[in-house]
């Protein structure tokens, strides 16, 4: 009987890919012995480390997991597997003959976030690691995001479609730049600073810069905000209380970490006549444009709220990240409640609080 022979239809089409661009140059490839499968701790099958010299030395990451490497088992014939797979460019230090540790850590991270939650990546997306990305590292990198790579185009394998998705480590302000206008806005217009879109832990944040704070501004003036969606930890929302002599408003609850950029949302979507949705662990609260304030609680503990202009402005202007309690002129029987935010770390302890 002659040896099976493995299929590796998926994997060898990453690897032609990357080939089209180093030639015949061997990765560092950091394989995984156990299969998550079977219990291992890392979810990808393996990561490839490429050292790329322009327009700076850097690495040139690329995972194989999220598509289907091998044969081909989901039902979805469009897409390979989740319909993507991860690049990660970081500046390579002089005499550096491996790549860091952590890095790898993270893209195996990423893969235990899509693989537990089903939720994939597409570019524009972002990502808050509520920390830096590497977590001994003094740097103002705190958050993901997420583009095309510019040197590998979408490829269509026998297995379906593959795109490559560069991840980019940006800071807090850079986030909530690209919450308030959107992601590939917010990068393109930094990219002289930040080529082919290469990871730097030691550089400043882009709005630093005033010609690129402008046009951020200017831009979301222009367009709004991109995001239509945000998953909010703290919130939470209570109907009011009827009491024998008294009557306690509905209370909109919200995390002070979360406040502002809610704030700002608001300004970029309800003026612009976009909604927006707020989504808690068991609560989902919509913000849209109407002639009228005035809001409704539905089904599946949604409440929906109506804003004018002038309402929208208000509580925009009024949600900042300090702790308080505030109703509105223009919305009756509702108050606004912003509570301190907990930051911890892995264990569990509170490192920072805001409010």
């Known amino acids: 009987m002659g040896e099976e022979v493995e299929v590796t239809t998926g994997w060898d089409a990453i ?13 560092k490839h950091y394989g995984t012995l156990i299969s998550y499968a079977l219990g291992g701790p890392d979810p990808l099958d393996g990561i490839s480390a490429y050292k790329a010299e322009e327009p700076i030395p850097h690495w040139h990451f690329v995972t194989y997991g999220f598509s289907e490497l091998y044969e081909k088992e989901s039902e979805h014939a469009e897409d390979s597997g989740y319909g993507f797979e991860l690049t990660f460019r970081l500046v390579r230090e002089n005499e550096e003959e491996e790549p860091p540790a952590w890095a790898l850590n ?18 524009g997306d972002y990502l808050d690691a509520n920390g830096p990305i590497c977590m001994d590292a003094d740097t103002e990198l705190t958050a993901l ?27 807090g302000d850079e986030l909530a730049a690209m919450q308030t206008w959107n992601t590939l806005g917010v990068l393109s217009t930094g990219l002289v600073y930040l080529p082919k879109y290469i990871t730097d832990l030691t550089r400043e944040s882009l709005l630093e810069v005033p010609a690129i704070s402008a046009a951020v501004q200017a831009g979301m003036e222009r367009d709004g905000s991109n995001t239509g969606f945000l998953f909010v930890d703290q919130l939470a929302f209570e109907p009011a209380k009827k009491g024998f002599l008294s009557k306690t408003p509905a209370t909109l609850k919200i995390g002070a970490k979360q ?6 949302l608001l300004r970029g979507r309800i003026l612009k006549d976009k909604k927006l949705s707020l989504v808690g662990r068991d609560v989902r609260v919509v913000f849209t444009p109407g002639d009228e304030a005035g809001y409704e609680t539905g089904a599946d503990n949604e ?7 002038k309402t929208a402005a208000e509580l925009s202007g009024k949600l900042v990240p300090k702790e308080s309690r505030f109703e509105l002129t223009s919305l009756r029987g509702v108050a606004v409640q912003i509570v301190k935010t907990h930051i911890t770390d892995h264990e569990g302890n509170v490192v920072h609080t805001i409010g």
Not at 15 to 27: A, C, H, L, N, V
């Open 303 to 309: 409440t929906t709220f109506r804003l004018d202009d």
């Open 259 to 264: 406040a502002e950029i809610v704030g700002k």
């Open 145 to 171: 995001a997420f583009v095309e790579d510019p040197q590998l185009p979408a490829i269509d394998t026998p297995n379906g479609r593959v795109e490559f998705l560069q991840m980019v480590g940006i800071t």
């Open 15 to 27: 690897d032609r890919e990357m080939g089209k661009i180093y030639g015949d140059q061997e990765p």
């Open 106 to 123: 993270l893209l195996q991270n990423m893969g235990r976030y899509v693989f537990n939650s089903g939720n994939v990546f597409k570019a």
